[in-house]
């Protein structure tokens, strides 16, 4: 992906100033999870004395305020309560979910101020995935193995309060599960093939699907018919962006007990 030409488009430029007006205008410490180009690392800079940029590769950020990581978000290399900003946007939609859970307890974790999390807003995994032809797999769009709302992204930081929520830009994206077992039975030929991301069954690079057969081309052409029962739902955020207030939790090491005595409630949110 050329992320010159995605950073500039109209909407990565609505996504970045959501985000960046959850963050507050100055602090000492921030890190950003997933850091990637560098680009948030950067706008990061421009309030904060340090940022740490972390990545699972060594980002390459040239910055006499940027510190470059290697490291893994499920696993975080600093004490509890060292960093007045974490910042996670296009990450956590990615994690498998069994580490979901690890990976947000180590963000809360080492958070002692704010907490801004972005990730797409009730994405329909079912729409727009692909087929690996390695594998003969399928697998959900963009590499996206989870989905969010502002229920469960509250639930998984359970020692903090939710301050703001935003969204940034519009979809109306759904499916339904006849139309997606019939794409299936395609082959998936609309899917996401220009992602980055891997097979996330067997790691191998996801290959443009082959010529349909004739059965193939009815099959996808009853898939979009029967689609159209999913197509009048309203259009929906793209992405929501959440920031969380971690002053004044309980210990890190309360946080289970905290998540069990909530019994389902969201923190911070009105029910």
């Not at 590769?57 to 600093?78: K, Q």
């Not at 900003?85 to 974790?109: D, M, Q, T, Y």
């Not at 229920?151 to 339904?176: H, K, W």
């Not at 059965?215 to 052409?221: D, E, G, P, S």
């Amino acid at each position: 992906m050329d992320l010159s030409h995605y950073r500039a488009s109209s909407a990565e430029r609505e996504r970045a100033g959501s985000l960046l007006s959850l963050i507050p205008a100055a602090g000492k410490l921030a890190l950003d999870i997933g850091a990637r180009d560098g680009h948030f690392s950067l706008l990061l800079a421009e309030r904060f004395d340090r940022v740490i940029a972390l990545d699972l590769t060594l980002p390459r950020i040239s910055h006499p305020r940027v510190e470059c990581v290697a490291g893994n978000a499920a696993a975080l290399p600093y004490e509890d309560n060292a960093i007045d900003l974490v910042f996670c946007a296009e990450v956590l939609e990615h994690i498998p979910p069994p580490l979901l859970s690890r990976v947000c307890g180590e963000l809360e974790r080492v958070c002692r101020g704010t907490l801004v999390i972005g990730v797409p807003y009730k994405q329909d995994l079912r729409f727009g995935r692909t087929t690996c032809y390695t594998c003969r797999q399928t697998n959900p769009p963009w590499g996206h193995v989870n989905s969010f709302d502002e229920q469960r992204l509250a639930q998984l930081f359970p020692l903090c309060s939710v301050r703001t929520v935003a969204f940034a830009g519009q979809t109306t994206e759904r499916t339904n599960a006849l139309s997606a077992w019939l794409m299936d039975r395609a082959g998936n030929p609309y899917g996401t093939y220009v992602q980055e991301e891997p097979c996330v069954h067997c790691g191998s690079k996801l290959l443009p699907p082959p010529e349909r057969s004739i059965a193939q081309k009815v099959l996808t052409r009853l898939a979009f018919w029967t689609r159209r029962f999913s197509d009048s739902s309203r259009p929906r955020g793209n992405w929501i962006h959440m920031a969380f207030s971690k002053a004044g939790a309980p210990p890190p090491q309360n946080r289970e007990a905290m998540a069990h005595s909530t019994n389902g409630q969201i923190p911070g949110v009105l029910q």
